[in-house]
């Protein structure tokens, strides 16, 4: 353009959204987030030292220990079912989990701005956030969103879940090879954290984590959650109070199908 930017209009905007940043970061005093430091220039060094065909190589490496480490622990999860009920819930187990959260969470968080930062994606913000006033470490990845590639932006979303489930595999081969002790106990609390969790609450579709952008954005259906709610809501008006719509439904044959399977099974 030909004219000069209004500087204190961009002032006006800057603060304006710092406010609301703030806001929303104190707005639930049980989950308080607090950035840190702009990961941007470490990632892009990171990601330089990475070789041209890493993802391949990566996808080779996971496999090389995840699928094996699954034949193991079906072969071994009397034993493994047998330690959780005995071990899961003692003190000293409970304070082992405590340490090891948030370091297996950092390093779920950096594949995340790994991933993103190899496809373009700019990444300027980490931080720790007070979930009920314990520590969990996260990396803003929402750059990905403007990627147009959906296997893209799927892949950064599922980043995290494959860096915990490579660590799970790692533990199970430790916690198999040495005696009862310390770091079998170690070993088998990131098995617990990295495989269970992940699977069940982290890489659930169902539940508002990684695993529900993974499929969202496989799927096409941005939003799919929200809009499944929204559509339940105005069916139950057009038929319990006969009400019609007042905006025209944009929802094609396929989303409407999702809408009613998803939102009572996520429920």
């Not at 701005?113 to 956030?129: D, I, N, P, Q, S």
């Not at 799927?154 to 198999?176: H, K, T």
């Not at 169902?206 to 959650?225: K, S």
């Not at 439904?249 to 099974?265: M, N, Q, S």
Request: glycine share 6%.
């Amino acid at each position: 353009g030909d004219e000069a930017p209004l500087i204190e209009e961009l002032v006006e905007r800057y603060d304006s959204q710092r406010r609301r940043e703030q806001a929303k970061r104190g707005r639930n005093p049980l989950s308080i987030s607090i950035p840190l430091f702009d990961p941007d220039r470490l990632l892009t060094a990171l990601s330089r030292r990475l070789p041209e065909r890493s993802g391949l190589i990566a996808l080779l490496l996971w496999l090389a220990v995840v699928v094996p480490a699954a034949v193991l622990a079906v072969l071994n999860w009397r034993e493994l079912a047998q330690t959780s009920s005995s071990q899961l819930l003692a003190l000293q187990n409970l304070a082992l989990i405590a340490c090891i959260y948030p370091v297996v969470k950092a390093l779920h968080e950096l594949g995340h701005g790994l991933v993103a930062k190899r496809f373009g994606a700019a990444v300027h913000e980490t931080g720790v956030m007070l979930l009920v006033f314990y520590p969990v470490p996260y990396v803003d990845a929402s750059g990905s969103a403007a990627f147009g590639s959906k296997w893209r932006r799927a892949a950064v979303a599922a980043a995290g879940i494959a860096v915990e489930l490579w660590l799970a595999g790692l533990a199970l081969f430790v916690w198999l090879a040495v005696e009862p002790g310390t770091v079998r106990a170690l070993a088998y609390n990131v098995m617990l954290i990295c495989g269970a969790s992940t699977l069940l609450v982290n890489g659930n579709p169902l539940l508002r984590f990684d695993g529900y952008y993974v499929f969202t954005d496989l799927m096409e259906i941005p939003n799919l959650g929200q809009r499944a709610n929204q559509w339940w809501g105005e069916l139950a008006e057009r038929i319990v109070f006969g009400l019609r719509r007042l905006r025209p439904d944009i929802a094609t044959r396929r989303e409407k199908l999702w809408f009613a399977l998803y939102a009572p099974t996520s429920y």
